[in-house]
């Protein structure tokens, strides 16, 4: 069973201008120890779709669909069954940790209270655990730096914090939103590679939310690519690099900065800009940026998916693809399939 299964999301907020349609029928499922890369532009609903996931939806939105927890679903549990789930069974870290730490309080502080609250430990064992979770993440001097506040730490110091605060309580599932996005290259490797070595030490499961694919090739397993709140595509990490179906993701891969590539070359950008949420285009909403759009793009793009999991929303289509019928239910079908490979694939290599 799938630890956790999304069917069907979607996300509308009510504004002054109009209804926008944040998150528009998402379907995944994340397996136990798997990292999965959630990508697309800033404004294409990958944040929204996981803080709704965790409950964290604005008083101005409406949520539908399923989210199943280990069979149990996040979307129709009380704010007290929630709050049981947050942090001991999935923990998030948030794009921005001087809005998330508490300026008042001492990392000692903010580390053991969550600690004591879901594993009930004495503090002295609370401060220990958090300790070492901050030596885990690489922070010099934990006994030390632990009776510091936030701003005391550099930015990239303070997101290890996060990280670690998320791996108190040992969570099956933790969701990371853009963590290193504000820092600076160096400092984005040094989180990126940390997030790799908790994946092998731990084997949880790992969400992995950025707009540059760049961080999560040597990081992920899967990849979703949405645009405009939907999945365009999806499948294992060589295949998007090496094999995109759809025209955004191949447009995506083309901006990111190549060594290979003449230091004096202009850096690839996708013409115009992602469409308004409250006005989207009938059809494909790519269409008008998309380099190899035809008339039939005027109408909903049919969504292809492969045997081996992959998943496309585009006329192009994949090699060996079929279409899907119900569009909502396409990714749980790619990834049926890609989990359905993936055993196949264990069982070859432990019968040799």
């Known amino acids: 069973m799938a630890l956790l299964d ?13 209804e926008v349609q944040a998150v528009n029928g998402v379907s995944f499922q994340v397996e136990p120890g798997e990292t ?15 803080m709704t996931i965790m409950g964290l939806l604005a008083e101005n939105g409406t949520a539908s669909g399923v989210a199943e927890y280990q069979g149990r679903d996040l979307m129709r549990m009380s704010e007290s069954e929630r709050n049981h789930v947050r942090g001991k069974d999935i923990a998030m870290i948030f794009q921005d940790p001087m809005t998330s730490l508490n300026p008042y309080l001492t990392i000692e502080r903010q580390m053991t209270e969550v600690v004591m609250h879901h594993q009930k430990l004495s503090l ?21 730096r632990i009776r510091q506040y936030p701003h005391e730490f550099s930015g990239g110091m303070r997101q290890r914090v996060m990280i670690a605060m998320g791996l108190l309580c040992e969570p099956d599932l933790l969701i990371a939103d ?11 490797a ?9 994946r092998e030490k731990t084997r949880m499961a790992i969400i992995l939310i950025t707009h540059d694919l760049a961080v999560v090739a040597d990081v992920c397993d899967r990849i979703l690519v949405m645009y405009a709140g939907q999945v365009v595509e999806s499948g294992n990490v060589d295949d998007i690099f090496y094999r995109p179906q759809h025209p955004y993701t191949r447009g995506l891969l083309e901006s ?3 060594l290979d590539r003449p230091a004096d070359e202009a850096l690839h950008a996708i013409p115009g800009n992602p469409p308004n949420l409250q006005a989207l285009p009938s059809g494909c909403a790519f269409r008008d940026r998309c380099p190899d759009a035809e008339a039939a793009c ?3 793009p049919p969504v292809w998916v492969t045997a081996n999991g992959r998943m ?13 019928d119900n569009a909502a239910a396409a990714t749980s079908a790619a990834d049926e399939s890609a989990g359905a490979a993936e055993a196949i694939g264990a069982v070859k290599e432990e019968g040799g």
């Open 36 to 50: 999965l890369a959630i990508v697309g532009e800033s404004g294409s609903g990958k944040s929204q779709l996981v």
């Open 190 to 198: 040094q989180i990126t590679r940390l997030f790799a070595e908790l």
């Open 178 to 188: 853009e963590p290193s996005t504000a820092l600076d290259v160096t400092v984005q």
């Open 124 to 144: 002295h064992e609370a401060r220990a655990h958090a300790v070492e979770m901050l030596s885990a993440v690489r922070i010099p001097d934990a006994e030390e």
């Open 312 to 324: 496309s929303r585009c006329i192009q289509g994949i090699e060996g693809g079929e279409i899907v």
């Open 298 to 300: 005027r109408e909903p």
């Open 256 to 258: 990111v900065p190549r």
């Open 6 to 18: 999304v069917h069907d999301l979607k996300v509308r907020f009510d504004t002054p201008e109009g």
